[in-house]
């Protein structure tokens, strides 16, 4: 059964997630690869338990948070994020991870957001991507030296790890891709519905049986090696076909005559049990 649009939407996405507390749900912020002008670059929002955490972080984040937002009739900033999961450092996935640091330090009320990534990218990131913008800072005339942990709960993984996101019932899981660069799938699940994302990957069948149980897959589609071809994905089993939407599309992408479905800016998911055969 694929997910059916949600008809009645509170004005936050805490409320959403707290009024169907057995719900897990999906709002895509963006479906785009590294160089797409049509999408905003692939991200989306996972809901669950009254949190909210948001998969990999695109720029400008600000403004793709609201226009998903606001295009549902829905307030909320980058407040609302709970959980940051982290596929890997490519641009296209990492570039609004300053952006969201710094928001909630200097404009936020509720504190740091947790940051959950393989262990391997914590020094990369923060040295390689962060620090140069973000490792000082003046405060009333005085300036201080920061670290990562002054903008984010950092909760390394090893790859393959479960992980915490604190939420009680919502289950993590990964699974390391073959990117040509470190990089984490994931799996969620809640109250019996499970939701699988495979990241930035060339086809993999280890990854596709990982992926295989979910009640939706989200999987990448895009062009070059480190990608998944659309037409090995045709290849799977109808079933597994039945309950994918794709993701990370090149602009030229066709997205009205894809026999796999699509997944969609803006438009909110339920994640629903399938019933399984007897």
């Known amino acids: 059964m694929n997910p059916a649009r949600t008809p009645h ?6 409320k959403l997630s707290r009024r169907s507390p057995d719900s897990l749900f999906v709002l895509p912020l963006g479906v785009g690869n590294a160089f797409s002008t049509r999408f905003y670059n692939a991200s989306f929002l996972v809901l669950a338990g009254g949190s909210v955490t948001l998969v990999d972080a695109p720029a400008p984040l600000g403004r793709i948070v609201h226009e998903a937002l606001d295009g549902l009739g829905l307030q909320g900033n980058l407040e609302a994020i709970d959980n940051l999961f982290l596929t890997h450092l490519h641009g296209d996935h990492c570039n609004g991870v300053e952006e969201l640091g710094f928001w909630r330090l200097f404009l936020g009320t509720k504190g740091k957001p947790g940051l959950h990534l393989l262990e391997e990218l914590v020094e990369p990131l923060w040295e390689h991507r962060l620090r140069a913008g973000m ?3 003046n405060f009333d005339g005085k300036l ?13 993984f090893a790859g393959g790890a479960a992980i915490d996101l604190g939420v009680p019932g919502l289950h993590a899981e990964t699974f390391p891709t073959r990117h040509g660069i ?7 699940s809640y109250r019996g519905a499970s939701l699988g994302y495979s990241a930035d990957t060339p086809f993999d069948p280890l990854l596709i049986e990982f992926l295989s149980g979910c009640d939706m897959i989200i999987h990448e589609t895009s062009p070059g090696e480190v990608h998944t071809p659309y037409e090995r994905l045709m290849e799977l089993d109808e079933d597994i076909r039945s309950r994918m939407h794709l993701i990370h599309l090149s602009d030229v992408f066709p997205t009205e005559t894809s026999a796999i479905a699509v997944l969609k800016e803006g438009e909110l998911y339920q994640v629903r049990p399938r019933a399984l055969p007897r």
């Not at 939407?9 to 805490?14: H, I, R, S, V």
């Open 144 to 156: 201080r030296d920061m670290q990562l942990s002054d903008y984010f709960r950092v909760q390394p």
């Open 9 to 14: 939407l509170p004005t936050t996405l805490q």
């Open 182 to 188: 470190p990089c984490a799938a994931v799996r969620f």
């Open 135 to 137: 490792g000082r800072l």
